[in-house]
């Protein structure tokens, strides 16, 4: 069964670093994109970045140049370095794994977890 863990949240000052890290199992995870979306109080869920099986990236507008996404296939783990950070950028963050295949879109979420930007 598909599992994704995310780990790495807390609180962090404005301007600071942190590093989220979302360990998968139960599934091929390289033949998976990788994504990370995230939830603030009262607002929808939106995407924040992706890297596709091949390594591409793909970011928001509003983390560009500040977030990067990377994945490691022999530990079946993506991260999302953030930079910068700004207290928009509190919020729970989803890690996501999507794959399509034979016309069947296949898709698994994790749990969440929470990042806080405040001083």
């Known amino acids: 069964q598909a599992q994704l863990v995310e780990s790495g949240g807390g609180l962090v000052q404005p301007g600071g670093p942190l590093r989220l890290s979302c360990a998968a199992s139960g599934i091929i995870f390289s033949s998976y994109a990788m994504g990370w979306y995230r939830q603030a109080p009262g607002k929808q869920r939106e995407f924040v970045g992706v890297?596709?099986?091949?390594?591409?990236?793909n970011y928001a507008d509003s983390v560009k140049g500040r977030f990067t996404i990377s994945r490691d296939n022999a530990k079946n783990t993506v991260y999302l370095q953030m930079n910068s950070l700004k207290p928009e950028d509190t919020a729970v963050y989803y890690c996501?794994?999507?794959?399509?295949?034979?016309?069947?879109?296949?898709?698994?979420w994790g749990q969440g977890t929470q990042v806080t930007v405040s001083s």
């Open positions: 890297i596709t099986s091949d390594g591409s990236t």
């Open positions: 996501t794994a999507v794959r399509h295949r034979d016309g069947v879109t296949q898709s698994h």
